[in-house]
């Protein structure tokens, strides 16, 4: 049987940390709300005409040595972001150039901060099918960009960075299983609506979210979806040895946590030093605790996120 394998991971952060102290500077905020009300203490924020595809190729290159292979070993290229480079070409194509990958398919996936979950199962599904055999798989975020600072409510809570994977065809499991779910009805909760039509911008550029009522959707959502595909496989929380979560806040990750009856201790968290950086949040967190050792071969880890749309989901793999 067919199965995908995650065989290298790489993440990059950009230069500039901007602390909860350099917020105080900007807007009306303290270092103590912030991080009290969400875990996060700094962030990183790109550089002025860094774009997505920047950040994703320093990952994705340290993701390609990582798993030993050459870029041209690639032969599919799925790059989650909500900040695409360009309404088009794609991300996606923009990195496959700067990669140098002569042929592969590439494209972009839409589903905000659950994107690189989105990116992983059609990855996964593409392997299996038989479609592809080396996949790249790749959140990378500029949300700097699209972020009202100005907006206290908002501005304090986002970051920028990139993550990725090498998802590798195999004989053994390594991706167990992944639901996804999306209810469109409930978008306004967190939206940038603004588009580009006959050179103008319409509607709003910046991020608006409803804080609480995000809060609230999910806390519920996380712990059904990551139950979900536990059931799916008769699992259990217990069976779990690292929960790599969507890093937004701590308390929603804490009561994810509680809710599956896993200890804090076998949560990878970077949201302190990262904040939330939406798609590129998951990898970047595998990257860290892949490097430092934490995770092991024949471990299994739960991946769960939500984020716009609404959308949200969970993915199950063994190391
Ligand atoms: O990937 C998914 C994306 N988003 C999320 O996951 C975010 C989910 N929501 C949250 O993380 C939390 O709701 C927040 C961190 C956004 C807010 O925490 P909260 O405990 O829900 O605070 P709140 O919205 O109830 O605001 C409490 C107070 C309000 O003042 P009043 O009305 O009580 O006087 C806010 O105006 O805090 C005020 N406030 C701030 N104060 C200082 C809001 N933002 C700030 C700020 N600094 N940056």
Same mark, same amino acid.
């Given at each position: 049987m067919i199965h995908s394998k995650i065989i290298g991971t790489g993440s990059y952060l950009p230069a500039k940390v901007v602390t909860n102290y350099d917020l105080e500077k900007i807007v009306d905020t303290t270092h103590d709300w912030i991080f009290s009300r969400s875990g996060i203490s700094e962030r990183h924020v790109a550089a002025e005409g860094e774009m997505s595809s920047d950040l994703a190729f320093q990952a994705s290159s340290r993701a390609i040595e990582a798993a030993g292979l050459n870029a041209n070993d690639i032969d599919l290229i799925i790059v989650a972001t909500t900040t695409p480079d360009h309404i088009f070409p794609s991300t996606a194509c923009v990195l496959q150039?700067?990669? +140098?990958?002569?042929? $592969?398919? $590439? !494209?972009?996936?839409?589903?905000?901060?659950? +994107? !690189?979950?989105? $990116?992983?199962n059609t990855a996964d599904l593409y392997i299996r099918g038989g479609q592809a055999r080396n996949v790249l798989v790749v959140g990378t975020e500029v949300l700097s960009r699209i972020l009202n600072w100005e907006d206290r409510t908002t501005c304090v809570l986002f970051g920028d960075g990139a993550g990725a994977v090498v998802l590798q065809r195999s004989d053994k499991p390594g991706i167990l299983g992944a639901k996804l779910h999306a209810d469109g009805s409930q978008r306004c909760m967190l939206s940038a609506t603004g588009q580009i039509s006959n050179g103008k911008i319409n509607g709003e550029p910046f991020i608006k979210m409803d804080g609480q009522g995000v809060f609230k959707f999910a806390v519920k959502s996380l712990s059904e979806v990551a139950e979900e595909v536990l059931a799916e496989n008769k699992m259990q929380g217990a069976d779990i040895d690292w929960m790599i979560p969507h890093q937004a806040n701590i308390r929603i990750i804490e009561a994810t946590a509680k809710k599956l009856g896993l200890g804090m201790d076998k949560v990878v968290l970077t949201v302190a030093t990262h904040g939330n950086t939406s798609a590129a949040s998951i990898p970047l967190a595998l990257d860290t605790a892949v490097r430092d050792g934490r995770i092991k071969p024949g471990q299994h880890l739960l991946m769960e996120a939500v984020g716009g749309g609404f959308t949200w989901g969970a993915a199950l793999i063994r190391w």
């Open positions: 150039d700067k990669l +140098g990958i002569k042929s $592969a398919i $590439a !494209f972009d996936i839409q589903a905000v901060c659950s +994107g !690189f979950i989105y $990116a992983l």
